[in-house]
C-alpha cells in the first residue's frame, strides 16, 4: 500500500514567524503524520518561485516592518492564493498574515498596507496591546484555547463569518466579542502560543479537508489527545 503524502507550505517563515508560530507547523505535521500521511514542509519567503502544488498553508505574525518586507510578494502571489482558497485549500493565517489576507491594515503610525482581499476585513492600529490567554465558543471546534498578542483592531465587515465568540480575553477588537475569520476552508486568527498543538481538532480540521481535496476520503486515527487536553487546561485556568 503506497503512503499517502501531504505537503505543508510555510509562508514567510523567515519575516513573519513570532511568538511560537513555527509551532503550528511542527504540531501540524506531526499530527499528520499521526493520521498515517507523509508529510513534506516547503518554505517560501519572498522572491521565491511560488509551489504550484501544495496541500495547506500555514501562515505566522510578526512586527510591522515585517509585513512591509512581504507586502509586495504578497500582493504578487495573491491571485495564486485566492485561486487556492476558492478551490478549497484550507489554510490558517496568524495575526500579522491574518491582517495582510484582509483589505487593508492601516499602522498606528498612518501607514497604509494594502491587503489582499482574501478576507472581508480591515485592520486599525490601536494604542493599547491586547495580550494574555484567550479561550473561544466555536461552533465548528467547540472551546478553543490561545494565548494572544497583538495591538491591531481588526473589523469583520459584511457578514463575515468569525472564528469564535471570546469568553476570556479581548479578540479581534474591543467593540464585539468576535475573534478571527472564516471562508472557504481559511482561517484566521490572533491565537499565537502556539495555537494548533493545544486544538489539535482545529489541525484535523486542515487536514480533513487537505486529504478530502487530494485523495477524495480522510480515514483519521485513533489518536490520544490526553496531553493537549491537560494543556489547555492550564492555559485556560490561568491569569490574563
Known amino acids: 500500500m503506497t503512503t499517502q503524502k501531504l505537503t505543508i507550505l510555510q509562508l514567510y517563515p523567515r519575516d513573519m514567524n513570532i511568538?511560537?508560530?513555527w509551532g503550528n507547523v511542527l504540531s501540524l505535521s506531526r499530527r499528520a503524520r499521526q493520521h498515517g500521511f507523509d508529510v513534506e514542509i516547503i518554505d517560501y519567503n519572498p522572491g521565491d518561485v511560488f509551489p504550484e502544488e501544495y496541500?495547506?498553508?500555514?501562515?505566522?505574525?510578526?512586527?510591522?516592518?515585517?509585513?512591509t518586507v512581504i507586502q509586495d510578494d504578497l500582493h504578487r502571489i495573491a491571485p495564486k492564493l485566492r485561486e487556492d482558497a476558492e478551490a478549497g485549500t484550507?489554510?490558517?493565517?496568524?495575526?500579522?498574515?491574518?491582517?495582510?489576507?484582509?483589505?487593508?491594515?492601516?499602522?498606528?503610525?498612518?501607514?497604509?498596507?494594502?491587503?489582499?482581499?482574501?478576507f472581508n476585513a480591515h485592520t486599525i492600529g490601536g494604542e493599547q496591546r491586547l495580550i494574555g490567554?484567550?479561550?473561544l465558543e466555536s461552533e465548528e471546534f467547540g472551546t478553543i484555547v490561545g494565548y494572544e498578542n497583538h495591538s491591531g483592531l481588526t473589523y469583520l465587515d459584511g457578514d463575515v463569518q468569525r472564528l469564535g465568540t471570546v469568553t476570556k480575553g479581548d479578540g479581534?477588537?474591543?467593540d464585539d466579542d468576535g475573534e478571527g475569520a472564516r471562508v472557504h476552508h481559511v482561517i484566521g486568527s490572533y491565537l499565537h502560543g502556539s495555537l494548533l498543538p493545544k486544538n489539535p481538532v482545529i489541525s484535523d480540521y486542515l487536514i480533513r479537508h487537505a486529504?478530502?481535496?487530494?485523495?477524495?476520503?480522510f480515514q483519521p486515527a485513533d489518536i490520544d489527545d490526553t496531553l493537549p487536553t491537560r494543556a489547555r487546561g492550564v492555559a485556560a485556568s490561568r491569569p490574563r
Not at 486529504?211 to 476520503?217: H, L, N, R
Open 133 to 135: 490567554n484567550i479561550v
Open 211 to 217: 486529504a478530502e481535496k487530494k485523495y477524495g476520503q
Open 90 to 118: 484550507p489554510m490558517l493565517v496568524i495575526c500579522g498574515l491574518y491582517q495582510l489576507f484582509g483589505k487593508e491594515f492601516r499602522t498606528v503610525g498612518g501607514e497604509s498596507l494594502e491587503g489582499i482581499g482574501l
Open 172 to 174: 479581534n477588537n474591543l
Open 55 to 67: 496541500d495547506i498553508l500555514v501562515g505566522g505574525g510578526g512586527q510591522d516592518s515585517g509585513q
Open 19 to 21: 511568538y511560537g508560530d
